[in-house]
């Protein structure tokens, strides 16, 4: 299953490359999977995680703190975090942020392979 993320900076009106995310599998009674990257130019990232057979519920987790110090500017929010459920489908999966300084704006959208 692919879960993929494009990120925006509403700041500088441009993608936000090289943020760091960090993608956590929450499963109930075990150890938390996790996996991490950094956007590409296009703000783009792509984690690959192995199908379980039961629901799933991940968090995504976006580095503003570290992002917006390189730009000399201190956020109010340190992060964007999102927790979202999947449940029972490996269709690619798709979360879009459009990021700022004090706020951020999610939305979700599968993918539709051509």
């Known amino acids: 299953m692919?879960?993929?993320?494009?990120i925006c900076?509403?700041?500088?009106?441009?993608?936000?490359a090289d943020l760091g995310v960090r993608l956590r599998r929450r499963i109930e009674n075990c150890p938390d999977e996790s996996y991490e990257?950094?956007?590409?130019?296009?703000?783009?990232?792509?984690?690959?995680?192995?199908?379980?057979?039961?629901?799933?519920?991940?968090?995504?987790?976006?580095?503003?703190a570290a992002?917006?110090?390189?730009?000399?500017?201190?956020?109010?929010?340190?992060?964007?975090?999102?927790?979202?459920?999947?449940?029972g489908s490996s269709e690619p999966l798709h979360l879009s942020l459009l990021i700022s300084p004090s706020s951020f704006i999610v939305y979700t959208a599968n993918l539709v392979q051509q």
């Open 37 to 64: 990257g950094r956007t590409d130019s296009d703000g783009f990232l792509r984690f690959v995680v192995e199908p379980a057979s039961w629901s799933r519920l991940y968090q995504i987790e976006a580095d503003l």
């Open 2 to 6: 692919a879960i993929s993320v494009h």
């Open 67 to 87: 992002y917006y110090v390189i730009a000399g500017v201190m956020p109010s929010l340190t992060a964007a975090a999102v927790e979202l459920s999947v449940m």
């Open 9 to 16: 900076d509403s700041t500088m009106c441009t993608p936000a």
